[in-house]
């Protein structure tokens, strides 16, 4: 077991686990200086037209430029479309209450308390959360229009300059991600391809030079496997490309989510490789680095001779299929391989849900009451107050308003460090040792992009810091670009994070003790599905039809990795949950860290493990062995169900179950390695036995560790 799982590194300190945090969520990545720049100018760009047309809504215009740039110009465009369809509704009902309700201050009251209920069960039931939250958050920014004391005409016109420069700060932002495509001129697929390959040799060259594969190697390997190869699938059937080389192209990315998925098992194997070996591994990196160059030159590669040996490295299993795989590049490309066995057709994904669940669901109306309930509560209080600069009361509702409630402290922890960051530091301190030497929108503008350039590059870690970054933008933007001057006085930071503070003790009061949901009850829900879905790609696909069996797996793996990244983020999320069962809920969470890299690991040996129940090309067994192989799979997947049932706790813990699974387990296990022994060559029944050893181990071991756990639950 040592061998597959690598224990977590020793933390000297709170402070070293923080500071080791922090190193690995803002060290550069690919491609994150060009996301980072592409972010800051665009937010310049409006920033500049705001600041010289002066423009109403320039800060939240700016903002927005920050948030909409994507790592690729169909996310960027995909978002853009569906924030401007939630800002325009949102303009709709706005306008529509100004007309109905305007002249009635108790109807007024509960039309503005009706939006805010709206905004919040379109959070919560619509599947499209750019769409339903910009909806929201267009009511929370102009909600103080409704009570200035001005003309019907001007609160409508400035509700229209809302709408209408956001939605041109998203049009300037796509054009720009338009541009910036245009000039790199680079195949989105194709960039999905070689860095799936260079990570690949990369892993080979660590395995030849007899080094230990890094943690930041062995992630990247296992996140790309488990991420699979749906994305760039979906490129290819939107992309309108010739359907031949549409073909050849998928052919290629099946080829290549194979040769990832067999990689990522190696450093759970590998433990050394003899010096004489070294030349066919070292082989195998070259022919993988000519395809990587030939496609980035629109080139067949032209490979060099595969090794003439059939036997499998000792400690190294799966040598043979990598190999194979290798080999098919060349052929398919040259069209010497037929394509459909290595990608599913070219058929449309059916498109998602526009609902998450029945239009009046409980807890849809719940999350609506309690998030109405909160920001209603903010808007009576600054109003009560006369202080309508703390009107960011009622945006901290809608931005930090989440399910669990370990989820929501963890948002609002961010916001607030974010307020303190971006308003009392960079804000604040620009405002005090900067400012009074700038004499020029050139000099605020180098100002302007230092500011946000800090903020894009922590807005671009993962999502548990991400937000931080955001909110930094956000704080900067709100005290020096609302008015079109520079900002002197210190009363701006002042309100913003005080109204801040107002809407998290409002959201603590509203959301934690009104049918709170902790996270720590989640995350058992969420584990046991992702068990029972791994029990799923255990007994692998329902249809016979080679290509459908490869679109169902796809699709399960896609599921799999999403329950298992929803673990690790409610997990997360507990940390900031308090209350008596918080010592047994952090016990948990130490365990589901625990359990994080074996399940991971589980789940990539189990895609590799898939490719011999498929019968894809180089991984062709006798029948015999196909069924021994399913007989076992079967078996493992029935006590990953049993694992999953005492997750949730819907069955009794039998032990003598638990035993006759496990003896069960033993004959299968001893049929495979029989009919492989008979029926394959040496080096490919090394490669099956091992694996499927492998399996058993880390499934037997995850299983009794759940039991241990879940004993007295």
């Known amino acids: 077991m040592a061998s597959i799982v690598q224990p977590l590194p020793a933390s000297n300190g709170r402070l070293d686990w923080l500071r080791e945090w922090l190193r690995s969520e803002l060290a550069p990545y690919p491609g994150r200086f060009a996301l980072v720049g592409r972010m800051v100018t665009a937010s310049t760009l409006v920033m500049i037209l705001s600041m010289t047309f002066k423009l109403p809504y320039g800060a939240y215009a700016a903002i927005y430029a920050v948030i909409l740039s994507r790592e690729n110009l169909e996310a960027t465009a995909n978002a853009v479309r569906m924030i401007a369809i939630g800002f325009v509704l949102a303009g709709a009902y706005l306008i529509l209450g100004l007309m109905l309700a305007l002249g009635d201050p108790t109807l007024r009251f509960f039309w503005i308390s009706a939006g805010f209920f709206l905004g919040f069960w379109s959070m919560s039931a619509l599947s499209n959360y750019a769409a339903s939250g910009r909806f929201g958050y267009l009511l929370a920014i102009t909600v103080t229009l409704w009570d200035r004391h001005t003309t019907a005409a001007s609160k409508v016109e400035n509700t229209l300059w809302a709408v209408g420069v956001i939605t041109l700060a998203s049009v300037i932002t796509l054009m720009l991600e338009i541009a910036f495509a245009a000039f790199t001129r680079s195949d989105t697929v194709i960039d999905a391809i070689v860095e799936r390959l260079a990570c690949v040799e990369e892993l080979l060259t660590h395995c030849l030079a007899s080094n230990t594969e890094s943690s930041r190697l062995r992630t990247r390997v296992s996140r790309l496997a488990m991420t699979g190869t749906s994305g760039m699938r979906q490129k290819l059937r939107r992309a309108g490309f010739d359907p031949e080389y549409a073909a050849e192209m998928g052919a290629v990315v099946g080829l290549t989510g194979r040769l990832v998925d067999l990689a990522a098992t190696l450093p759970y194997f590998v433990v050394g490789v003899p010096a004489g070996d070294g030349a066919r591994i ?79 669901d409980s807890e849809h109306l719940k999350f609506a009451l309690r998030g109405c309930l909160a920001s209603t509560s903010c808007y009576v209080i600054f109003n009560t107050l006369f202080w309508p600069e703390i009107s960011t009361a009622v945006t901290t509702c809608f931005l930090t308003a989440l399910t669990t409630i370990g989820a929501s402290h963890q948002k609002q922890t961010l916001r607030f460090a974010g307020a303190l960051i971006g308003g009392f530091g960079v804000g604040m301190g620009a405002q005090i040792f900067i400012l009074p030497w700038i004499d020029s929108i050139a000099g605020f503008t180098v100002l302007y992009i230092a500011a946000i350039g800090v903020a894009a590059w922590i807005a671009t870690s993962s999502p548990r810091l991400s937000y931080l970054g955001v909110q930094v933008a956000v704080a900067f933007c709100l005290i020096n670009l609302p008015e079109f001057r520079f900002q002197t006085s210190l009363t701006v930071a002042r309100d913003r994070v005080v109204g801040i503070l107002l809407g998290l003790v409002v959201m603590w009061l509203c959301f934690d003790q009104l049918w709170s949901k902790p996270a720590a009850a989640e995350i058992r829900t969420t584990l046991a599905s992702a068990l029972r879905l791994l029990a799923r790609l255990a007994r692998g696909p329902v249809s016979r039809d080679l290509s459908q069996a490869i679109d169902e797996s796809h699709s399960l793996r896609d599921s799999i990795n999403a329950q298992l990244d929803r673990v690790r983020s409610l997990a997360d999320g507990m940390l900031f949950e308090f209350g008596p069962s918080r010592r047994r809920d952090l016990e948990l969470r130490a365990c589901i860290w625990r359990w994080q890299p074996q399940l991971r690991t589980l789940f990539v040996m189990r895609i590799a493990s898939l490719k011999y129940r498929l019968q894809a090309p180089g991984f062709k067994v006798p029948e015999k062995v196909a069924l021994s192989q399913q007989g076992y799979d079967e078996g493992s997947a029935r006590l990953l169900e049993h694992m999953a049932d005492q997750v949730d706790g819907r069955t009794p813990r039998v032990a003598n179950s638990v035993v006759r699974q496990h003896e069960l387990l033993d004959g299968m296990l001893r049929n495979v390695e029989a009919e492989a022994s008979r029926g394959l060559p040496t080096a490919q029944a090394m490669s099956l036995v091992t694996l499927v050893r492998e399996i058993d181990t880390l499934t037997r071991s995850f299983a009794a560790e759940i039991t241990t756990e879940f004993a007295g639950s």
Do not use: C, N, W, Y
């Open 282 to 360: 070292g082989k195998l990196a070259k022919r993988i680095t000519t395809i990587r160059e030939a496609l980035l030159a629109g080139l067949v590669p032209q490979l060099p001779e595969a090794s003439g040996d059939s036997e499998s490295l000792p400690g190294f299993p799966l040598l043979v299929e990598m190999e194979q795989t290798v080999s098919l590049f060349h052929q398919t490309l040259r069209g010497a391989e037929s394509l459909h066995v290595f990608a599913p057709p070219a058929v449309e994904a059916p498109s998602k849900r526009f609902l998450t669940g029945a239009l009046l």
